[in-house]
């Protein structure tokens, strides 16, 4: 079965430190696949917050994830502290990739446990149709 593969920077322009809440953890007892989502969704909120925006307001336009890849490497734990590198990357007209690299933090020693890449879509929710990537975005990303 052929599986994702996910182009990764080598280097990230953003970090962010998420703990594992005791919500995050599965019947498995460990963090849910759906968690994971979550928290790169928290991150990404964080990496725009430092321009001063947000999914609704994105350099003058808005954002809509049109897709998602979560590659997992290792299992993640109640109390484990991640740090969540992110950029962007592959920008199209109307669309580009934020890239997220999550390492666990446990005993001095960092260790990738997790890629993920979601595809953002700019979007006017005001007019309800698809617009292009800001010039200022573009400019963030390189």
Known sequence: MARI?????KTFSFQATIPI???????????GNDSILSIIHEARVQFLKQWGCDEK???GTGLIMSDVAIHFKKEIFYGDILLVS??????????????YKIDVI????TETVATAKTGMVCYDYTARKITSV?????????
């Open 21 to 31: 809440r005791i919500t995050d953890i599965n019947y498995g007892g460990h963090a």
């Open 57 to 59: 307001n994105f350099f």
């Open 134 to 142: 800001p010039e200022e975005a573009q400019k963030k990303g390189l």
């Open 86 to 99: 992110v950029a962007m990357q592959d920008f199209e007209k109307i669309s580009f990739d934020i890239v």
């Open 5 to 9: 593969k996910l182009d990764i920077p």
């Open 106 to 109: 446990k005993y001095d020693k």
